[in-house]
């Protein structure tokens, strides 16, 4: 009786917060002029700008009307768009960093993701993806027997425009929808079966390639092709890396994507059902030459789009990020990280980057790009940024 007494005035405590908050979204917090970071950008400025006109693009598309929300604040998206709008003019006047920074901060409004509860207060957790480059096979034939599928005609995607969310499923003999197989049952049964794109010479590339979402795949005959996310089974994402953390087969300092791919290599026996542990599987499609798109349908801008949780934070503003990232030597190692501080363009998702404490930095194709999306995994903060004086707009 204790207990649903507690839990009763628990829901009414919500309910007053709600109604006296309104609909404020606690994964965003504005900040007041003292709290703002000093918006220094450690990259040179071209690709920027050429994110920020791709991200105009997309905001262009939306309805005017559309609205948005930042902690408690409501912006349409024509509000946004100005916004950009704004930002690449002030880009294309090429001000000194210093002034760059003086003008955001008195132009802008700023609001600070929420972080990740298991950490400081507006923390969260920042890590990369990049673009594979893999050697492959048109035709099954040793070593190349590891197939890229297409999707399959029993795949059913289920859009839903008021959620924004989109979902994949399969219907049984009595036509009922159903969770779709997961990786393991697609695997077994051969599920896909006659939508094979690609064979790769590698079952760990082949998932990395799932993980990653997109890379370039080498033909027998030299030439190369792009391939890209298109659907997925819709289950969902179990990170291997944690599952041999968990297992004390290595620790969490260790988990990178190369420590992993040589635990498996070492490990054959075990690679089946550590694979399978993450029952989420990617479905492919060839796509054009040049820069993978994005979630938004945008072409991607190494080190400066970045994916995170749409449900969770604004896909639809500037963005600037704090962490940090490595330095390489002549070997490819790396020898030191240091800060990383610059604007960015929430233009891709994840299955892996889940809630307001996640954000995944795109680093491109190259030697560079895997070593630093396969070793990142640091702390850092996230704000994005909506242009003032949107209530003198209004009047």
Known sequence: MKTRLFSFLTVIAMSISLLLNGCADPSLTKLSTDQIPTFTDDL????????????????????DDKSFTFGSDTYPASWLQESMNSFIDILKQDPHPEELS??????????????????????????GYYEPFLQGSLVKKEPYIYPLYSPPDSLIRIDDPDKGTITFKRRDKNSRLLPYWSRKE?????????KELVYLNSPVDAFILHVQGSGKIQLQDGTVRSIHYAASNGLEYFSIGKLLVDQGKMTLEEASIPAIRSYLLAHPEEQDEILNHNSKFIFFH?????????SLGEPLVDGRSIAVDAQALPHTALA????????????????????????VLPQDTGAAIQGPGRADIYWGNGNYAKTAAGSMKDTGTLYFLVKNNFEKQKK
Do not use: C
């Open 186 to 194: 697609i695997i077994e049964n051969d599920i896909a079966a006659g």
């Open 44 to 63: 040179e400025s071209a690709r920027l700008l050429t994110a920020a006109v791709r991200h105009l693009h997309y905001l262009n598309t939306l309805a």
């Open 320 to 343: 600037f990020l704090i962490s940090r990232k490595p330095v390489l030597d002549d070997s490819g190692s790396i020898t030191d990280w240091i800060p990383l501080h610059r604007f």
């Open 286 to 294: 060839w796509a054009p030459d040049g820069d993978p798109a994005g």
């Open 102 to 127: 003086r003008i955001i901060s008195e132009n802008y409004t700023v609001y600070q993701a929420a972080g990740r509860e298991d950490f400081p207060k507006g923390e969260m957790l920042i890590t």
